[in-house]
């Protein structure tokens, strides 16, 4: 007489019918790898959140450094009647917010159609660069000859990563000798026309800088 399957799982001695522990396994894995995939998921979007947040924190202070680098010419220009007396002030605390070791202001000689150097900063411990100072305030310019003579022409700011291997700086010889590399310029404007241009130079290869050039920007429409 024939017996079934219960009653052979529930007879003694009999072992029941073998589990598919193979399925559990696979469907127990599948069931961690979900929960994987998705924490990575949400790692992933945090990452993102985060990653977002720094970046507008950092065009935030961006924005404010530019504004309080402006603040601080508009007050030296509050302080000093004529753009004579404010731009060696100037040019120090251009220097000094930005990192620049030099910096010159020229100012459009109208009659001999040149710039002449009217002022020059430099930190007074730093006498590295004297040679260069020299010449740059017996120097006159041509539009569009030198940096300065180039920002005249296309009253933009201009940048140099190397003025040692650029090919429109006159002054490329003692700057080499004095160890200067990196240089901005930004022409100053009032109603359109052009009363001069400020340079600035490194000790070191600087790549071009749009934070920098925006500062510059703003600084010249001030003055």
Request: proline fraction near 4%.
């Amino acid at each position: 007489m024939g017996q079934s399957r219960s009653d052979l799982s529930e007879a003694p001695g009999v072992a029941p019918p073998p589990v598919d522990d193979d399925a559990r396994k696979i469907a127990r894995l599948e069931r961690q790898l979900e929960r994987r995939r998705m924490a990575c998921a949400e790692m992933e979007r945090l990452l993102e959140d985060r990653t977002r947040e720094l970046f507008d924190s950092v065009d935030q202070l961006r924005l404010q450094l530019r504004a309080t680098r402006g603040q601080k010419v508009a007050r030296l220009l509050l302080e000093h009647d004529t753009l004579d007396d404010a731009a060696p002030h100037i040019l120090r605390t251009v220097c000094a917010e930005l990192g620049w070791q030099l910096g010159a202001f020229w100012q459009v000689d109208e009659k001999a159609r040149v710039l002449r150097c009217h002022s020059v900063w430099r930190p007074p411990q730093v006498t590295a660069f004297a040679r260069f100072e020299a010449l740059t305030h017996r120097t006159t310019f041509d539009y569009g000859i030198g940096l300065p003579g180039r920002t005249w022409a296309s009253k933009h700011s201009e940048w140099i990563g190397d003025v040692g291997v650029d090919a429109n700086f006159p002054r490329v010889q003692v700057a080499r000798e004095v160890g200067l590399h990196g240089a901005c310029a930004f022409p100053i404007e009032v109603a359109g026309s052009l009363l001069g241009v400020m340079e600035f130079f490194a000790a070191e290869y600087r790549e071009s800088d749009d934070d920098v050039l925006a500062t510059l920007d703003a600084v010249g429409a001030q003055v």
